[in-house]
């Protein structure tokens, strides 16, 4: 207990819904995606750093067509604000298909945005509302999305 006293590690679990509005509008309806983050604060600099594995999954107006996203990335948020800013950043693998043809690739991902922050001892409660973007530096997408997510400190 002491060791996680020391180290000071969170772990937190999020969920919510996207709308595409760039790249993705013509093909896609709105999506659903869901977050693991772990993390650590780090008090020099007053800021929270995470380790965020999840997932987006699209349907499309043609039910036979999909788009699944999955990524690992670095999350950054100030500390201790209600009103927090966050930057996440990292890299995707990215599953399309239509019918039974499927294509993959590999893309950059970041997302901005800002959350509430609501306390109860070590649990933290929080909507999210953010600006997310994908690119392979030829072309991009971006979503607006809102997720509500539910972290413990120890």
């Known amino acids: 207990m002491i060791l996680l006293i020391i180290i000071g590690l969170h772990f937190g679990i999020e969920g919510g819904l996207e709308q595409p509005v ?3 509008d013509f093909y896609h309806t ?3 995606n869901f977050n693991f983050n772990l993390g650590k604060n780090d ?19 043609n039910p ?9 990335g670095l999350m950054v948020k100030k500390i201790p604000w209600r009103f927090t800013p966050f930057f996440k950043t990292g890299i995707d ?7 039974k043809n499927r294509e993959w690739g590999f893309g950059f991902d970041y997302a901005i945005g800002c959350q509430i922050n609501f306390y109860y001892e070590n649990i933290n409660i929080y ?3 953010y600006y997310s973007g994908i690119t392979d530096f030829k072309a991009n997408a971006g ?8 972290a413990y400190e120890f």
Do not use: A, M
Request: aromatic share 14%.
């Open 93 to 99: 693998y990215i599953t399309r298909e239509l019918d």
């Open 127 to 129: 909507p999210s509302f």
């Open 64 to 72: 036979g067509y999909s788009l699944n996203i999955y990524n690992c």
């Open 143 to 150: 979503c607006l999305g809102i997720k509500i997510g539910v």
């Open 43 to 61: 008090l020099i600099h007053n800021v929270q750093l995470n380790l965020s594995l999840g997932g987006y999954f699209y349907k499309g107006k």
């Open 30 to 32: 709105s999506g659903t």
């Open 22 to 24: 760039i790249g993705l």
